[in-house]
Every structure is written in C-alpha cells, then in structure tokens.
C-alpha cells in the first residue's frame, strides 16, 4: 500500500509538471508570434505598382500610384488601392495583398461573416457612391428601389432598355427611383455631343432632361456625325421644360463637359465598360431583354428592400 502510494504521487507530480511546461511553452510561443508587418516597404510598393501596371496593360502615359495601404482589420493582408490619373480621367483599382506582398488578390472573403449581409453592405456602399452629386434622376428619392444605368445616347442597346424602361415605369414605377449616368462610347461619332447637349437640359431640371432624353432615343436612326448639332438642337428646342436661350448658351460655352467627364471618371472607378450597364439597388444586374424581365427583377428588389427594413425595425427595438 505504501509503496502504491509512493509511486503514484511521483506520476502524479510529473503530469501536473509536464502539464504546466506546455502550457508555459504555449503561451511563449504565442508571446513570440510576429506581430503584422506596419506597412509596405519603398521597393514592395514599387514592385507592387510595376507588376499592377503590367499586369493591368496601364499604358505608361498614366500616373499609377499607391493610394491607400492598410490592414484588414483582425488580419495580415492589406488593403491596398491604386490611382490611376491621366490629363483626362482618374480612376481607382483596390486589391487585397498577402503580409509578404507576394500574393494580391481582387477580393478577401471572410468566412465569420454572412454573405448575404456582407452582400448587401457592398451593395448599400455601392448605389451610395452612384446618386452623390448633380445626378439626372425621376422618382421618389426615398424609392425603396433605384435603378442606375450607364447609358449612351448612340448605342441601340440603350435605346432598347430605354423603351422597356418607360413601359414598366408607367405601370409599375411608383416607388421606383432612376438615376441616369452618361457614358458616351469613343466608337460613337455623334454620342459625346449628345451627352454634352442632354447635360445642358440637366442643368435646367430633371423634367427638360428627361423629355430630351426621350427625344433622341426617339429620334436615334435620324442622327448624325454631320448634323447632330442641328438635330439635337432642334430636338432640345421642342422637348418639355427646355429654355431654348439658356440651352444655347449652355452648349456654345461647354458648360456641361464637366457633368459628362464626371459621370464618366464614375464609370471609370466602377470598371464599366459598355452600355447600357444597369444596377438595380447596387447590385450590377444583365440580360434586361424584355418588360417582363424587368418587373421580376425590381418584384426581387422590393421584396429583399421590405425584408431589410424590417430586420432593421426588429433590430431597433430590442
């Protein structure tokens, strides 16, 4: 009996010792673990900003430069944006760097987070940054959906989506915002001027806007290189709410290139690069070939809209 009692309060001791020495091993382990590198070396940002030049095919006309560089928050990767800026745009690129910068990637999923709420908030961020400023726009402002497209008066694909979007509107358009964005294409010879001479009627109101805009769609096929001074001036002159002087002076001094540039520039950070390219409460939609097609779309909206005001409301009151 003693000599049981002898040998298992050694063991004993021994396990308990051993215990402790691993977790004292652990714990200086985790008290050496490196700590997050604070920011990029000169020669990372350099090799990072040739290789995105390259890898991009940026012409080397454009000044490509690191704009922002910091951590994702309880991580190691960076977030990292680049600026792009020649004589007549600027746009950005944001990727996602490894801690040694080895690696980039263009998106970061993390999986303790809800992918359809993280979905939603990028969307939310999204539409924030496409109804900021002098915007042509129709609807209510508190429309629980907003429809941005990028359109191009030239383009018969725009002028298509522009019907469907008059025939859906005027039956089912009440709580439907539109948010019109201009974005001439360079193989269209006569659609900068028609973006420039639509901004002039934008900057007089929403409703001379948008009855020129009807007009050119309208009239597109009758439209020029050689005479879509005169046409459109022509149109301007019998669309509603136009001041036919101030549209005029409008246009002979440019006062508009400055809306169109900016609406551009726009499409320009989002990556957009065709027309019409539609967003329906900030998430990018394609394939708007018909009414129909259309109407489930904005159903879908409104149903995730009214189930996300009433999370919010449920949320509140707890």
């Given at each position: 009996m003693n000599q049981t009692r002898m040998t298992s309060i050694p063991l004993r001791s021994y396990l308990i010792g051993l215990c402790g020495l691993?977790?004292?091993?652990?714990?200086?382990?985790?008290?050496?673990?490196?700590?997050?590198?604070?920011?990029?070396?000169?020669?990372?940002?350099?090799?990072?900003?040739?290789?995105?030049?390259?890898?991009?095919?940026?012409?080397?006309?454009i000044a490509l430069s690191l704009k922002k560089n910091t951590t994702v928050r309880g991580t190691c990767f960076?977030?990292?944006?680049?600026?792009?800026?020649?004589?007549?745009?600027?746009?950005e690129l944001t990727l996602y760097a490894s801690p040694d910068a080895r690696f980039l990637s263009s998106d970061l999923l993390d999986t303790t987070l809800d992918p359809i709420l993280e979905q939603r908030a990028k969307d939310e961020a999204l539409l924030k940054g496409m109804v900021q400023g002098p915007i042509a726009t129709r609807g209510p402002a508190n429309a629980p959906v907003t429809i941005v497209e990028f359109s191009d008066f030239q383009c018969p694909f725009c002028r298509k989506f522009a019907s469907i979007l008059d025939e859906v509107l005027s039956s089912d358009g009440k709580d439907v915002r539109v948010v019109f964005h201009h974005m001439p294409l360079g193989m269209h010879p006569w659609a900068r001027i028609a973006a420039e001479a639509a901004g002039c009627t934008q900057l007089q109101s929403s409703e001379a806007f948008w009855s020129l805009h009807d007009r050119i769609?309208?009239?597109?096929?009758?439209?020029?290189?050689?005479?879509?001074?005169?046409?459109?001036?022509?149109?301007a002159r019998s669309s509603k709410g136009v001041g036919a002087g101030a549209?005029?002076?409008?246009?002979?001094?440019?006062?508009?290139?400055?809306?169109?540039?900016?609406?551009?520039?726009?499409?320009?950070?989002?990556?957009i690069n065709?027309?019409?390219?539609?967003?329906?409460?900030?998430?990018?939609?394609?394939?708007?070939?018909?009414?129909?097609?259309?109407?489930?779309?904005?159903?879908?909206?409104?149903?995730?809209?009214?189930?996300?005001?009433?999370?919010?409301?449920?949320?509140?009151?707890?």
């Open positions: 691993l977790l004292g091993a652990g714990l200086r382990l985790e008290a050496q673990a490196p700590a997050c590198p604070q920011a990029f070396t000169e020669k990372q940002k350099r090799t990072l900003t040739e290789y995105v030049h390259k890898k991009y095919k940026i012409p080397d006309k960076r977030e990292i944006t680049f600026e792009g800026k020649s004589a007549f745009k600027t746009w769609f309208e009239n597109q096929a009758a439209i020029t290189a050689e005479n879509a001074k005169k046409k459109l001036g022509e149109l549209f005029q002076k409008c246009v002979d001094a440019g006062m508009s290139v400055g809306l169109v540039l900016k609406d551009m520039d726009l499409a320009g950070s989002f990556q065709g027309t019409p390219t539609v967003f329906i409460n900030g998430h990018r939609v394609g394939g708007v070939e018909s009414a129909a097609k259309l109407r489930e779309m904005i159903a879908e909206a409104r149903k995730e809209a009214a189930t996300h005001t009433a999370s919010a409301t449920t949320s509140g009151t707890r």
